[in-house]
Nanobody
Framework: QVQLVESGGGLVQPGGSLRLSCAAS????????MTWYRQTPGKERELIAG???????HLADDVKGRFTVSRNNTQNTVFLQMTNLKTTDTAVYYC???????WGRGTQVTVSP
């Protein structure tokens, strides 16, 4: 059975950093473009970042210059390095394999003074 498990979220002050991980099992991420989304209660999920099977990264304007997406196919894990965090980055962060219904359960990121 396919599972995606996000981790690394927590409480951080504005300007701080967090590194999120998305560990996959039951699938090989080397075969999939992978994405990161985030969602705040009452709002739609927002596409934040993506990384292709050929290691080309894409970032939304809101996070460009602050976030970095990467993958380690040997570890079967996708990462989201977040720096210079803002209060508006507060959300639950999810990973997803493109062209599938494979979602993780999410990890909470809270940015607050």
């Amino acid at each position: 059975q396919v599972q995606l498990v996000e981790s690394g979220g927590g409480l951080v002050q504005p300007g701080g950093s967090l590194r999120l991980s998305c560990a996959a099992s039951g699938m090989m991420i080397r075969d999939y473009d992978m994405t990161w989304y985030r969602q705040t209660p009452g709002k739609e999920r927002e596409l934040i970042a993506g990384i292709t099977t050929t290691n080309v990264a894409h970032l939304a304007d809101d996070v460009k210059g602050r976030f970095t997406v990467s993958r380690n196919n040997t570890q079967n894990t996708v990462f989201l390095q977040m720096t210079n965090l803002k209060t508006t980055d507060t959300a639950v962060y999810y990973c997803k394999a493109i062209a599938t219904h494979y979602w993780g359960r999410g990890t909470q990121v809270t940015v607050s003074p």
